[in-house]
């Protein structure tokens, strides 16, 4: 994950070449050392080196390293013929390499070229069977192609090797909701939760899923999750506190006659109401009269 002060090193590294500032191979190690995509700078200020021989010579072996960026690059923007030279030139170079293997693979997909592309990335695996870059092309062609179950299957035997992967539950997670597939999207944010207890947006994404799913028990939970998120993020997280107060509505109405229950909820209502009317009040004062409103139909205004 970029920090922000990485984020910011970037862009002003990048508005820096872009006025002509210099600095462009700075530029180009910078995105790769962060893994960032940003495919039209990355095509544009990588080809301005590669078209210059002078440049380019200065590089060194990580000419080679340029190559493959521009290609990867080229690829993403559409620019079918920049690839295949980039493509052609390593293929030249490194006759038997499994990397460039993978580019022509690549490339066979962003020509749309899926059946070749599939066996390519077939062999490939054969060879480098814990290979991430190639499992990951899978997953992303299925998904290029609008195939979200093939994603799901692809994912998941994925993530049978490499378990460790935060990123790839997420995407698993998500693509499960996409589906309405909540029970297997909530087992995703479990895992999550239980290797990154500390990141609200995994607390929060969980307790949207129990929520959806209903009934007394997820509803409970949903409730225990907002109130962490609520924690996490020192009060300030606005959906959060409006979870909490339809989670507890929710409850209320599926525990009525349970005095205690009631009362436990009804002080929760009024905390949580409280605190969001405080925050629309200072960040959108605008909205606060529709807020109030939703607020009082869930019988929670305090």
Known sequence: MVTKVEEAQLNQLENQVDNGGGGAWEYLCLVRKLRVRRS???????LSILNDHKKRSSLGPDEWTLYEQVAIAAI????VDVAKDCVKVLQKKFPESKRVGKLEAMLLEGKGAWEEAEKAYTSLLEESPLDQVIH???VAMAKAQGNISGAIEWLN???EIFMADHDAWRELAELYVSLQMYKQAAFCYEEL???QPTVPLYHLAYADV???LGGLENLQTAKKYYASTIDLTGGKNTRALFGVCL???AIAQLTKGKSKEEKEGSQVQSL????LEKDYKQRAPDKLPQITIALKSLTLSP
Not at 76 to 79: A, F, G, M, T
Not at 272 to 275: F, G, I, R, S, V
């Open 76 to 79: 993403d923007c559409n620019s």
């Open 210 to 212: 129990l929520y959806t």
């Open 247 to 249: 989670c507890t509505s």
């Open 136 to 138: 990951k092309r899978r």
């Open 157 to 159: 035997k994925y993530l």
């Open 272 to 275: 949580e109401a409280k605190a």
């Open 40 to 46: 039209e700078k990355v095509l544009k200020h990588g």
């Open 193 to 195: 939760i239980l290797s």
